[in-house]
């Protein structure tokens, strides 16, 4: 019945469905841009310290990770066209909720919302690409769709802070709502509606991997908001616990969610263990930058934007330029010098006082955006490298999780740092910019550490990847 369907209207379909799936993720990378500039006036409508606020943000970015791996099955077991427009109302309808927020808690109840229509929306929408295009027209469809993937981190600073300026911060959540009604008019008519008649899911395991990420999560934000470190250390240790359960089910499961023997492959352990690792120093820049723009400097929400934007604008060169990058120099020393630079770069950021002017961050973040992205991609693809064809569904959604709750992690270390040093008075000389210029140090020389993980990686690894290119 749903061949017969997508058969009825192949054109229409094919045409429109790319631009389906671009609507999804501009909102998506739009909306998880967005907020970095407008925190501050988000914080003081809401009597809140800026310093505080990194629930709203850790809580999207988590729920992501935490149902990202049920999306497949979802789309299975109720259809692609069903999950995939549930998802866009789901995530327009959390936008509305996080503009009518009164307080930080509804805030973040609201951003859980959206999480979930964001974990929901992006994966299902490529499945229906993957299973409505062949092979030979699958690259150019999936680059068609990727597109607002790269405009959204470019407008994300600058749309934020003009609305936030000229408007108010409740408009970077209502903005989605229109574009959101596009996506689902057009998701009504358009999408095609697969399923599956193989249901086979690891509820289970997909519980217990939830709860330990959860934990690990909770304890790494309590460590930030309490002098009571038995609470977190409690929430660590069952954090660690339910990673035990998660082995122990692994092993005598047949078919678990996330495979064991992945973490066999060589290439995939280095590269989800230095995905983890560098991006605890990188994921806090793109907040702490236009916090620091905004507190210390005394600037507006557009001044930091406009400082910001340069960080995705380069990133599209870094595009463009990793697959010749790869092919001279290889994955090992192409990641290991990379990360040395992008820790560089970010030490960079503590070296202008507070009489210095803001632009000169200007061209830091510009070239950091470069490398940045050179980074992303080459541990992610040689993270499924040498994956088997029948592991890389689970590898590539593991990658995926990794890497969100890397972020949240990274978000949440460096927000961490950033407290202590505002608490030490005698340090900083009560200059709040200090405590800013010593948590880039510290993060910095983080990322410059992290570099010796791909030492782990053979000089030849990733050729395979490479002569695809």
Sequence with gaps: MNLMASEQKPKSTKKLLPMILATAIFMQMLDSTILNTSLPAIAKDLNESPLNMQNAIISYVLTLALFMPVSGFLADKFGTKKVFIFSLVLFSAGSLFCSLSHNLIQLVIARVIQGVGGSLMTPVGKLALIKTFPKNELLKAMNFAIIPALIGPVLGPLVGGYL?????????????????????????????????????????????????????????????NTVHLTSVLFALLLGFLMLYFYYRHATKNSNPIFPLNLFKVRTFRVGILGNLATRLGISSVPLLLPMMIQIAYGQSAVTSGWIVAPMALTAMFGKSAVIKILDTFGYRTTLM???????????????????????????????????????????????????????????????????????????????????IFQGDIKLIHNEIHNAFRYTFLVIGGLTILS????????????ENMRSAN
């Design 337 to 419: 010098a990379n990360t040395f630079m992008i820790g560089i770069l970010i030490c960079c950021m503590a070296i202008p006082v507070i009489h210095t002017s803001i632009y000169w961050y200007m061209p830091i973040i510009a070239v950091l955006g470069f490398f940045n992205s050179i980074q992303f991609t080459a541990m992610n693809s040689i993270s499924i490298a040498d994956l088997r064809q029948y592991h890389t569904s689970s590898g590539n959604s593991l990658v995926s999780v990794n890497q969100q709750l890397a972020i949240g992690f990274g978000i949440a270390f460096g927000l961490i740092v950033l407290k």
């Design 164 to 224: 936030v300026d000229y408007l108010s911060w409740h408009w970077i959540f209502l903005i989605n709502i229109p574009i959101g009604l596009i996506g689902i008019l057009l998701s009504i008519k358009f999408m095609p509606d697969y399923k599956s008649t193989l249901l086979d899911f690891d509820l289970k395991g997909f519980l217990i991997f939830a709860a330990a990420s959860l934990l690990l999560s909770i304890s790494l934000e309590m460590f930030g």
């Design 451 to 462: 570099g010796f993980v791909f030492r782990r990686l053979h000089f030849k690894d990733g």
